[in-house]
């Protein structure tokens, strides 16, 4: 009987602690400080989501969105991987999104899932007709207090297309003098970001490692195999600083271990 109530404590121990590291959201904060970053848009909040993978948080997604909520976004990013190629269910997938966009203004680019489904048009037909800006290979001037920066979305390389070919494309429609905020799904094309003088890049895609080590830091990633470089935080090399999030979801390997659910918030300061 002992050993009995010993084997059902250890199962209810590790379902709960399977439980706890996929649906556990936490808000990772960072900031940015560069004099290129206007005194307009000194402490402009900007809340990334990443790799959602039709992952479910509480009824009409209402956990996910109390949580980007709560960090005040002056925009939203969505950095790829809404959907869930194994699994589509794109209605799923887009009911946070529809709550996102009464918050702030979302923009998002599409990840390798979303290549792999043959749907993209589809998705892309669905986020415009909510109100959120897609970024296929261009860019966007925001405006704040009178003034610019750039945003610049790049498509997944699943699609067919170089990395640097979808940027050279993407900023055929910036101005290289202001700040170039670029959302790309893959943090694995690190260098390509900071040879093109990306200012601040936002990735996901690595989905933290999958599982994490303590002093060693994530096992695995798509495009990088074990022990990846690029997995969560931020990354600095010349002039460009890329965050990664550890995204929010699963795909092949339903289990994160020692790695929750991320949502990232990086707020600008202009120096």
Known sequence: MKKL?????????????????NYWIVTTEHVYKSDQVP???????????SDLHDAVFGD?????????????????FITGDVIDSNRYDLQQSMAAVKQFVELADVY?????????TNQVSEIYDAMQKIGVHILPNTSHILERGGDKINIIGIEDPLNGDETQTMLNTAMAEADPSLLKLLLA????????????EMDL?????????????PFVGGLIAP?????PTYTAGLYEEDKTTMAVSR?????????????????????????
């Open 185 to 196: 799904h893959r943090p694995e094309k690190f260098y390509t970001y900071v040879v093109n």
């Open 201 to 213: 890049v936002f990735s996901g895609h690595a989905h933290g490692g999958q599982v994490r080590l």
């Open 108 to 116: 998002y680019v599409i990840g390798n899932h979303e290549v792999a």
């Open 5 to 21: 109530l010993t084997i059902f404590c250890l199962i209810i121990g590790v379902y709960l602690f399977l439980h706890i590291n």
């Open 39 to 49: 005194k307009s848009f000194d402490g402009f909040r900007i809340t990334q989501v």
């Open 60 to 76: 009409n997604q209402d956990k996910l969105v109390k949580k980007v909520q709560a960090t005040n976004p002056d925009v939203i």
């Open 247 to 271: 995204g929010l979801g699963n795909s092949t390997v339903p289990f994160r271990i020692f790695n929750l659910p991320e949502i990232v918030v990086v707020e600008l300061k202009s120096k």
């Open 223 to 227: 495009g990088q195999g074990f022990l």
